[in-house]
Every structure is written in C-alpha cells, then in structure tokens.
C-alpha cells in the first residue's frame, strides 16, 4: 500500500510503502527516520520463546540439584533429603539468577523445584541401590527394573522423618523465592 501525504509545517511529500512485514518505509526530503517498525516485536512468539527457555533452565538447574544431592548422598552415605535441605537456598538462588522466578508466583515455582529435585534425588538413590543389589550398571538396572521398581525402591526408602525434611525444604525455598522475587526500594 502506498500512501502520500504532506504534512502541515513542510513543503515536501512523505511517501510511505507499508509491507506486509509490517515494516514503514518514509521517503522524505526532511531525512526524517526511515525505518519505523509498526510490529517489529512479536509480543507472543517472543513471550513463547521467553517462557521455553525459562522453563528449560528450571529443569536444567532442578535436575543438576537433584543429581548433586544424589551423587553426595550416595557418597556420605546419608539419606538424599538432608542434602536438598541444604541445597534449597543455592538452587532458589541459582533460578533467580537464571530468570525462573520472574513469574507471578515465584515461591511456588521455587517450591516445586525443591520437591521435583528432591523426588528426583530419592530416585537416583534409589536406582543405584537397585544396582548395587543385582550387580547390574546403574543404566541397565533400571532399564530392566523399570520405573516402578524404582519409585517402589524410593517409597520404601522414605519415612515421615524425610517428607519433614523436604517439606522445610520446600517452606525455606518458598520464603527466599519470594523474599528475592519481591521489589525492595534501593536506597
């Protein structure tokens, strides 16, 4: 489409070529701007895009919390909940800084990484005393185990002394998501 127009205070004419990019093009005498984006963001791709990556670094950073915990777990010889009792703050912290909280509710996202890590920890756990019982490599063992002998092997290693833990876990995740998420005046 084609438009010409003259504007008031000015003797020349602005010849405009809209595209079907959305892009205008002027052509002016005036060296007015001549390129001026009518929809040069796409505000939902770009907010899909946004909401992919962010959602891809909380798995990434909730996975490696859980794998960590794990891997430390079996090497203490402790039980996986007390070290996503520690780990809590770092991974908050670590989603902060990865933009996974800049949500609507951050202390629920927050939250919900504690638990996915920890149940993720109590899996690997698990998997490895699978391992260790039929002397198959970790891969296989739960391979020919399977998912369900696997969270059968979890449940059984959980009491309600470990839910506690997890549950303080989630509740000091909670509270540093929300206290980090929320504007404090700089003074």
């Known amino acids: 489409m084609v438009q010409i127009t003259q504007p008031p205070q000015a003797s020349c004419f602005i010849i405009q070529f809209r595209f079907a990019t959305g892009f205008r093009v002027k052509d002016s005498a005036d060296q007015s701007p001549t390129v001026a984006p009518t929809h040069a963001s796409r505000p939902h791709v770009a907010r899909l895009l946004a909401t992919l990556t962010s959602a891809f670094g909380w798995l990434m950073c909730t996975l490696a919390t859980g794998a960590v915990a794990a891997f430390a777990a079996l090497v203490l010889g402790t039980r996986p ?20 909280l800049h949500v609507r509710w951050p202390a629920v996202v927050a939250v919900f990484a504690v638990l996915v890590a920890g149940f993720y920890a109590t899996c690997l756990v698990a998997v490895a005393r699978i391992a ?54 700089r003074h």
């Open 81 to 100: 909940c007390w070290l996503i009792l520690v780990l809590a703050l770092p991974l908050t912290l670590v989603l902060k800084t990865c933009g996974c």
């Open 132 to 185: 260790a019982v039929t002397g198959f490599p970790f891969g296989q063992a739960f391979r020919i185990g399977g998912a369900g002998l696997t969270l059968q092997v979890a449940m059984l290693g959980l009491d309600a002394l470990d839910v506690l833990v997890f549950a303080a876990a989630a509740a000091i995740a909670a509270s540093f998501g929300a206290w980090l998420a929320h504007p404090r005046t």
